[in-house]
């Protein structure tokens, strides 16, 4: 439902996207080029104390990372623009479909739902897009990327690689696959605390007429109290997903200082390499870490969808 969603509304804006698309591609190439300027400099630079090599390089790096800024703030301007734009069209065509409803479809639905539907819900699924084309758009790029320069800089150094990159993708799907449910729990929780203040809204002076100020108080307290539950059973989810990646991250990086070392050593390496080895994994990482952020907001979206 969430992809048709996105297919149908997002379909007037297939300009803007691709400039988008564009853009993130330019700047995630320019990322991923950075560290091996900066491995040009150390072995070729700093290594042979060669002053000029390093002025010129650096002025490379510095033009790398000027254009690199310069489309970010491009694609996150199209980015925003076009993710409010999605907002603003939903939220009209759930508005007018509601005021088409007759009086039994209104009282069917109710009015809390169809209020959280057109607030809370059009919110989320434009979050999503947002966040979509700030971050989702590049992590594939980078981590690609990532991978096939840190296989061009050496081989058997990227062994490691192939044991982080699943072990992160595991994490991430077993957390997702518990979030979703308890995503879909809350989103009815919300629904249930939204009737009960409306209806104490609304009937307020017949509360105070029958004097049933504290049995809606204990009314309300309870239905809060439930959505506050659901909500910590789901935050805790979400606390244990970054420090899991970051475990992973800091073993990863040991281990790859510990066996580039003796590569080193060995002569089958340079320390250059090393250094953007270890730029490319933390971007590797990076891009996963992003996705896992996504992924965090796809289960609420996909519910409000």
């Known amino acids: 439902m969430l992809i048709r969603l996105l297919r149908t509304f997002l379909r007037p804006y297939r300009r803007p996207l691709a400039v988008l698309v564009l853009l993130q591609l330019l700047q995630t190439c320019a990322t991923l080029y950075l560290p091996t300027l900066n491995a040009h400099i150390i072995d070729n630079g700093v290594v042979k104390g060669d002053t000029g090599y390093i002025l010129t390089f650096g002025a490379v790096m510095l033009g790398v990372s000027l254009a690199q800024i310069l489309c970010n703030i491009g694609a996150v301007y199209h980015g925003a623009r076009t993710a409010s734009a999605l907002g603003r069209d939903i939220r009209a065509s759930v508005f007018a479909r509601v005021q088409s409803f007759s009086a039994r479809e209104v009282g069917r639905f109710g009015a809390p739902s169809l209020i959280t539907r057109t607030t809370n819900d059009v919110q989320q699924v434009q979050m999503l897009t947002l966040m979509s084309f700030t971050l989702m758009v590049s992590a594939p790029i980078m981590c690609v990327g990532g991978i096939v320069l840190a296989l061009g800089l050496d081989v058997p150094l990227s062994g490691v690689l192939v044991a982080v990159v699943p072990v992160l993708g595991i994490c991430v799907t077993l957390i997702v696959r518990r979030l979703r449910p308890l995503f879909r729990s809350m989103q009815k929780r919300l629904d249930t605390v939204n009737r009960v203040l409306r209806e104490q809204i609304t009937g307020n002076r017949v509360i105070r007429a029958f004097v049933r100020d504290e049995y809606e108080k204990e009314r309300f307290r309870k239905a809060n109290g ?30 790859v200082v510990w066996f580039g070392a003796h590569r080193i050593d060995s ?15 933390m971007q590797i990482v990076m891009s996963v870490m992003m996705a896992t952020f996504m992924f965090m907001m796809v289960p609420r979206a996909e519910v409000c969808a």
Do not use: C, E, H, K
Not at 235 to 254: C, D, E, H, Q, Y
């Open 267 to 281: 002569g089958g390496m340079q320390i250059g390499d090393l250094t953007a080895f270890l730029a490319y994994l």
């Open 226 to 255: 439930d959505l506050t539950d659901m909500a910590l059973a789901t935050g805790r989810l979400l606390a244990l997903m970054f420090p899991m990646v970051m475990t992973v991250v800091n073993l990863s990086s040991i281990a």
